[in-house]
């Protein structure tokens, strides 16, 4: 038996996401499109992930509770934690690493907390899609730091992947886990030898991808994180 996963979703609380993609919604249409395992990843936050996972319980979906931290360098990291308490502390520090730059919705858009079944419960103001002032390692280290597991997002893609901030992706043994970002022409250097995921990166409810990307676990999000640290080396 897989998983079907979507490891790298955007729920309404980051601000380049739709105000629909609330938690409910998101968790409701993974269970339509037949997923067993996603990851809720706002940027450089995590306090949209307690919902997400009471409707997971509601749904059948196993949600793991996540971030898309941005560092100082603009490389955009998934983090993946094994609990929410683990997420909230480590998502409550990634903020403080925020600079103190205010949200102009009209401008970014809606940075929309939810609780109790897709209730508002209020906004963010620091403007969630900037970069932290930590560089890659600190990233890193602050994961590990709250048993977490980092690794580098849509490495093929754009300026916040990593070949783009960095000019190239570094050798192996760093990073032995990668998000590749399909349809994008990836170097084979890159992934030579390196564990590969395939997620979506959804903003939108239809963006949400369907069953095609299957990892070698059981269902759970306990198995897939644990796939992924042995890939890691830890």
């Known amino acids: ?24 919604n998101m968790v409701g249409m993974a269970k339509i499109k037949g997923l067993d395992v996603i990851a809720i990843t706002d940027h450089n936050t995590a306090l ?3 919902d997400a996972m009471a409707a997971g319980r509601e749904y059948g979906v196993e949600v793991i509770p996540g971030m898309e931290i941005t560092s100082r360098e603009e490389v955009h990291m998934l983090a993946y934690f094994p609990t929410l308490e683990d997420a909230l502390r480590a998502g409550d520090e ?15 858009g809606n ?11 209020g906004t963010l103001d620091k403007l969630l899609i900037n970069a932290t002032d930590l560089s ?18 849509h490495i093929n893609r754009g300026s916040n992947g990593m070949i783009g901030a960095l000019g190239l ?13 399909r349809g994008v022409d990836c ?14 990166d959804a903003h939108r ?30």
């Open 169 to 181: 992706m570094p050798f192996l043994p760093e990073y032995p886990v990668v998000e590749v970002y």
């Open 1 to 24: 038996m897989g998983a079907f996963c979507d490891l790298h979703l955007h729920s309404c609380l980051s601000p380049c996401a739709e105000d629909d993609m609330t938690p409910w």
């Open 205 to 234: 409810l239809e963006e949400i991808q369907e069953r095609v990307f299957e990892l070698p676990v059981q269902p759970t999000a306990k198995a897939v994180l644990d796939l992924i640290r042995s890939r890691q080396g830890g």
């Open 94 to 108: 990634v903020y403080a690493h925020l600079p103190s730059i205010s949200n102009q919705p009209a401008l970014f």
């Open 187 to 200: 170097p084979a250097y890159a992934t030579k030898g390196r564990f590969l995921l395939y997620s979506s």
């Open 136 to 153: 890659i390692n600190e990233v890193c280290g602050l994961v590990r730091l709250h048993n977490g597991l980092a690794l580098p997002a």
């Open 48 to 50: 949209n992930a307690e």
């Open 111 to 121: 940075q929309l907390m939810m609780r109790n079944g897709d209730t508002p419960s």
